[in-house]
């Protein structure tokens, strides 16, 4: 009489594995989204305002939101000091950024 041998002992391992790589997987597609670049990138500029611009000649602004004619525009951080009022918007692109007053 022949006995039939079962995979399972190969396959259970190999399930163990592709488990422990699935929270990775997630982890590394949460790490490259656009979404947490952009929070990185806003903490990141947030901090160094923060570490480096004196506290008494500059005031930092994050996150305001202005009423437009055709609706609302956010801007990221707005530094105000006497030496300017500066607009910073973190974007999280590559190559060449273009833009005009508007």
Do not use: C
């Not at 488990?19 to 997630?26: D, G, M, T």
């Not at 923060?50 to 506290?55: C, D, G, N, P």
């Amino acid at each position: 009489m022949q006995t039939a041998i079962g995979f399972s002992p190969i396959i259970q391992p190999v399930y163990s594995v592709l488990w422990s790589l699935i929270p990775l997987a997630i982890l590394a597609g949460i790490l490259k989204s656009p979404w947490f670049k952009g929070i990185t990138g806003e903490f990141l500029v947030n901090t160094a305002a923060r570490l480096f611009l004196a506290k008494d000649e500059y005031h930092l602004i994050k996150d305001v939101t202005l009423q437009t004619d055709d609706g609302t525009t956010q801007i990221d951080h707005i530094i105000v000091s006497r030496y300017g009022v500066f607009v910073i918007e973190t974007k999280n692109m590559k190559g060449w950024i273009f833009g005009s007053a508007n």
